[in-house]
T-cell receptor
């Protein structure tokens, strides 16, 4: 088990372009979360999946953002028509479904750092 | 709406000192509280998780406590080392999906 992985680790794009990030959770973790972190701030919740179902979306997730988790395994986060304000670190986390003890721990990936020029 | 506060934003201590990092939250209806470490430009490493029914958790030189009624948690680091230098984030798990609400973090510098 190698932990949560994210790809790419860094992305530089021009304003108006579309970008897509991928997250591979720890195997058999059926809960998956996306967060966004800007400089000097703590991460902010974006969206949550249980298996393939997207069960919660933050109001931060504008209609330019879309997330999927086909087959309940990896997840993708797409940003359309990027804006400079989208520049941030995008973090993915996963955890098992059981609500007992350490099973509640969310494990984070290394993040994708996005810079929109 | 849950709000999490960590004060001060930065802390510098000499090596060997025992220290306490504070975290406060506004809504006591939480499922758990998690402390993370973040190195510059990196992702988050989970340090400790305290369930809502627990008062404290320990791992090595780290001890975290939780007082739900007062909306407070502390992370105690014993015998600090330069390798402990990082940003420490407190996050409260709440809501049906246990999403985390984070503080802004405390940037710790341990001087040799």
């Amino acid at each position: 088990d190698t932990g949560v992985s994210q790809d790419p680790r860094h992305k530089i794009t021009k304003r108006g372009q579309n970008v897509t990030f991928r997250c591979d959770p720890i195997s058999e973790h059926n809960r998956l979360y996306w967060y966004r972190q800007t400089l000097g701030q703590g991460p902010e919740f974006l969206t949550y999946f249980q298996n393939e179902a997207q069960l919660e979306k933050s109001r931060l997730l504008s209609d330019r953002f879309s997330a999927e988790r086909p087959k309940g395994s990896f997840s993708t986060l797409e940003i359309q028509r990027t804006e400079q304000g989208d520049s941030a670190m995008y973090l993915c986390a996963s955890r098992p479904n059981l609500r007992t003890g350490l099973y509640e721990t969310q494990y984070f990936g290394p993040g994708t750092r996005l810079l929109v020029l | 709406k849950q709000e999490v506060t960590q004060i001060p934003a930065a802390l510098s201590v000499p090596e060997g000192e025992n220290l306490v990092l504070n975290c406060s939250f506004t809504d006591s209806a939480i499922y758990n509280l998690q402390w993370f470490r973040q190195d510059p430009g990196k992702g988050l490493t989970s340090l400790l998780l305290i369930q809502s029914s627990q008062r404290e958790q320990t791992s090595g030189r780290l001890n975290a406590s939780l007082d739900k009624s007062s909306g407070r948690s502390t992370l105690y680091i014993a015998a600090s080392q330069p390798g402990d230098s990082a940003t420490y984030l407190c996050a409260v798990g709440s809501g049906a999906n246990s999403k985390l609400t984070f503080g802004k973090g405390i940037t710790l510098s341990v001087r040799p």
